[in-house]
């Protein structure tokens, strides 16, 4: 069984600039959510993708957004680069949507912007 | 969402028992009670999950006081390997994936 992977590992990016982050989900799990964490932070939720829809956001910006694939694996894409997103960018797959009890993190990006 | 308080910074002996508290005060009937935790340079790793009763798995045990206002995450034998960042979070049941991570508790361990 695969587990969560994410890519690339790290990344440095420029103010401004444009960023797509990848995610493949464990075998099976057709949830996708993704998490932003700061430094000294616990993880904030970004949004949340089941069976290729959007089906939750948390408090971030539009420029801010997803896709899930008919696999689904997910991206994250933030537009309109700034110094505060960098952080952490974790994605976090599960079964069932609003049953899943158990989600299963990868390692994560660290996105440092410039 | 229901808040969780957890202190700041546990530490603990190896080989001894650990017992992770977390206050939420406001928890609805429907929270879930979940705790995750995070190693250095790692994502966060599910470690337990209840509602009312106590519960246990080969990771650890949640025992939850009866009006649900508290928790306890138990480890029975702590190894250096559970040195973490532990988390407790509530999650309404019926609601979407969405977990809301506060500062957590972070465990260190001694040999």
């Known amino acids: 069984e695969t587990g969560v992977t994410q890519s690339p590992t790290h990344l440095i990016k420029t103010r401004g600039q444009q960023v797509t982050l990848r995610c493949s989900s464990q075998?099976?799990?057709?949830?996708v959510s993704w998490y932003q964490q700061a430094l000294g932070q616990g993880p904030q939720f970004i949004f949340q993708?089941?069976?290729?829809?959007?089906?939750g956001r948390g408090n971030f910006p539009p420029r801010f957004s997803g896709l899930q694939f008919p696999n689904y694996s997910s991206e994250l894409n933030v537009n309109a680069l700034e110094l505060d997103d960098s952080a952490l960018y974790l994605c976090?797959?599960?079964?069932?949507?609003?049953?899943?009890?158990?989600?299963?993190f990868g390692p994560g990006t660290r996105l440092t912007v410039t | 969402d229901a808040k969780t308080t957890q202190p700041n910074s546990m530490e603990s002996n190896e080989e001894e028992p650990v017992h992770l508290p977390c206050n939420h005060s406001?928890?609805?009937?429907?929270?879930?009670i979940h705790w995750y935790r995070q190693l250095p340079s790692q994502g966060p790793e599910y470690v337990i999950h209840?509602?009312?009763s106590n519960v246990n798995n080969r990771m650890a045990s949640l025992a939850i006081a009866e009006d649900r206002k508290s928790s306890t995450l138990i480890l029975h034998r702590a190894t250096l390997r559970d040195a973490a960042v532990y988390y407790c979070?509530?999650?309404?049941?019926?609601?979407?994936?969405?977990?809301?991570f506060g500062q957590g508790t972070i465990l260190t361990v001694h040999p």
């Open positions: 209840g509602l009312t």
């Open positions: 075998s099976g799990h057709n949830t």
């Open positions: 406001t928890i609805s009937g429907t929270d879930y």
């Open positions: 993708y089941y069976r290729e829809e959007e089906n």
């Open positions: 979070i509530l999650r309404l049941g019926t609601s979407y994936g969405k977990l809301t």
């Open positions: 976090a797959s599960s079964l069932g949507g609003a049953q899943s009890y158990e989600q299963y």
